[in-house]
Nanobody, 119 residues
């Protein structure tokens, strides 16, 4: 059974930093993409950042230049370094991975970790 466990969320002041981690287990198929989404109250879930198996990264416009996504292939773990945090970054952050089984993609989500930025 595939499991994703996020950690590293919390409460920080505006301008501060946090580092999120997402450890995966039970993955027996190839992971194609790993990344992070977030959802603020009353808003839709949105892409924060993702990284492909080859290391190509994509970022949401609101976090470009402030957030960095990275991964450890050996540990099947993805990280999100968040700098220069703003109150509008407050949200539940979800880890997501996409695996490939015979070329068919399957998505898995973590339970989410709360990030709160105080002004």
């Amino acid at each position: 059974q595939v499991q994703l466990v996020e950690s590293g969320g919390g409460l920080v002041q505006s301008g501060g930093s946090l580092r999120l981690s997402c450890a995966t287990s039970g993955v027996i198929f190839s992971i194609s993409n790993m990344g992070w989404y977030r959802q603020a109250p009353g808003s839709e879930r949105e892409l924060v950042a993702w990284i492909t198996r080859g290391g190509v990264t994509t970022y949401g416009n609101s976090v470009k230049g402030r957030f960095t996504v990275s991964k450890d292939n050996a540990k099947n773990t993805v990280y999100l370094q968040m700098n220069s945090l703003k109150p509008e970054d407050t949200a539940v952050y979800y880890c997501k991975i996409t695996t490939l089984r015979s070329g068919v993609p399957y998505d898995y989500w973590g339970q989410g970790t709360q990030v709160t930025i105080s002004s």
